[in-house]
């Protein structure tokens, strides 16, 4: 069965660069994939790589393709309207438009608790809605596909000492996430995603459902222990949670520990303005304001502060469970609109209203603090942060000890479930989304890894073009 991969493998690729060379014939006369590369990076970071200096966002980027893919979301929709990656039209004609998370990666599921830092019950969905909106179905799922090879690339190259990761300290005893694995689990994603359609058409009620169980045995079990620790009532809520990490407790109230390089002063008249400005949206008193640095990888020009929320009358440590860290973010439009604003008018609403829109839709019970305001001529995102929320990164569950191609499997399995439940949810009225799911899907399950495959080569491929244009000496 491996051997038959391998060989199904190489001759995808050779489809792939054959398309390519047409592509390089047509459309692409016009423009060559260099100027693409840095018209989709300037026209999402205000800035073009090879413009002097590289900034670290298109540093890091240029590390390894998996960061490359995370950081350029805009030209994965720019590539999906020149044709250069090719969606089976049929799959999209036959389901409906729903609600889509729009940058589905393998880093964007992780652990959370609903109604933001709110809430105590800890579940596992999907994380990042900065880019969501009303599109196909179909862009999440090839997008996470994309990213399980390239996660598996960027694990394996660790391995062999391709690549670095501040997140491992020795490889050691360590092996990596195969690529015969990887394929295998972007199969088991699509059929996760489509078992829990037929879930969602035989019982009404699973749309209400959430995946929070795991047994001692799944790949996730380890997070959704630590992530449960970490939330309101947990072991560990006054050293690991966010606002633990936060928050300096050595005076009466607590304040933004600015001895953090994720944290900057701001000046007074800039604490004043926001004050004024986002009091009314927070549900409590404002007590400290700090300007986040350096969170994110896909945007670099965006601005964001975190506001420390709590009770006027904080008496000491203990009524830390009552305070919480709310988020502003500056939005922008999100990266499929560029292209495809026009399949829906939700679409047409402001960046900041429609990422509230999309989060509130699909997800059960969203951050109780969860809106957008008008400022300094900018859509703003105001949201809870949790206190629990867990991530995953690829290094989490493609190196490891013993077994990283089953646990690999179990996580996708697991994060296909969650998002066909996010998606559901774009129409609570009836099952129509699922039913066109559990019929047309299946038949294009094979084009979806084909799809991933081929376009997994073309960002190996962008990485080494920027590369070259962050470091043009070389």
């Known amino acids: ?26 459309t692409l006369i016009i423009m060559s994939r260099e100027e693409q590369i840095v018209l989709a990076l300037q026209k999402a970071d205000g800035i073009c790589p090879g413009d002097g200096a590289p900034i670290e966002k298109h540093q890091k980027m240029a590390a390894n393709p998996f960061r490359f893919f995370r950081g350029a979301a805009g030209l994965f929709y720019d590539d999906i309207a020149a044709g250069i990656l090719s969606i089976p039209e049929d799959l999209n004609a036959h389901l409906p438009i729903t609600t889509v998370q729009g940058d589905c990666h393998l880093s964007n599921f992780g652990f959370l608790t609903e109604e933001g830092s709110h809430g105590d019950k800890v579940i596992f969905s999907p994380n ?19 990213s399980i090879l390239l996660a598996q690339d960027y694990c394996e190259g660790i391995v062999r000492g391709e690549f670095s990761s501040e997140e491992i300290d020795s490889i050691e005893g360590l092996q990596a996430t195969s690529a015969e694995g990887a394929i295998v689990a972007i199969q088991g994603f699509v059929q996760s995603y489509i078992e829990q359609c037929q879930v969602l058409l035989g019982d009404d009620k699973a749309r209400h459902k959430v995946v929070n169980k795991f047994d001692k045995a799944h790949a996730l079990y380890p997070f959704c222990k630590k992530a449960k620790k970490r939330a309101s009532g947990g072991k560990q809520f006054y050293s690991k949670s966010a606002l633990a990490k936060a928050v300096d407790l050595t005076g009466f109230v607590p304040v933004f520990d600015l001895s953090s390089d994720k944290f900057e002063a701001l000046d007074d008249a800039l604490y004043r303005e926001i004050f004024e400005v986002f009091s009314p949206y ?12 350096g969170a994110g990888t896909g945007s670099i020009n965006m601005d964001r502060f975190y506001l420390l929320v709590g009770p006027q009358d904080y008496m000491d440590e203990e009524d830390l469970q009552l305070c919480h860290i709310v988020e502003v973010k500056e939005q922008r439009m999100a990266a499929p609109l560029t292209h495809f604003e026009t399949l829906s008018p939700v679409n047409r609403l402001n960046p900041a209203h429609l990422t509230v829109s999309c989060q509130r839709r699909m997800q059960r019970k969203p951050d109780l603090v969860l809106d957008e305001v008008e400022w300094r001529d900018s859509h703003w995102l105001v949201r809870s942060r949790h206190h629990s929320k867990v991530g995953i990164d690829p290094e989490d569950i493609c190196i490891l000890s013993a077994s990283p191609d089953e646990a690999l499997l179990q996580y996708v399995q697991s994060c296909g479930q969650a998002l066909a439940i996010a998606h559901s949810r774009g129409d609570r009225r009836s099952t129509r989304f699922e039913q066109a799911v559990c019929e047309y899907l299946p038949e294009h399950a094979d084009d979806i890894l084909d799809v991933c495959l081929t376009y997994a080569v073309q960002v190996q491929e962008d990485t080494q073009i920027l590369r070259a244009l962050n470091n043009p000496n070389d």
């Open 1 to 26: 069965m491996i051997q038959g991969m391998k060989i199904q493998l190489y001759f995808q690729i050779l489809h792939f660069w054959f398309k390519v060379w047409l592509n390089s014939k047509t």
């Open 128 to 146: 990042g809605f900065d880019d969501a909106c009303l599109g196909y179905a179909s862009w999440d799922l090839v997008r996470f596909g994309v």
């Open 282 to 293: 927070v549900d409590d008193n404002i007590l400290d304001i700090t300007r986040r640095l």
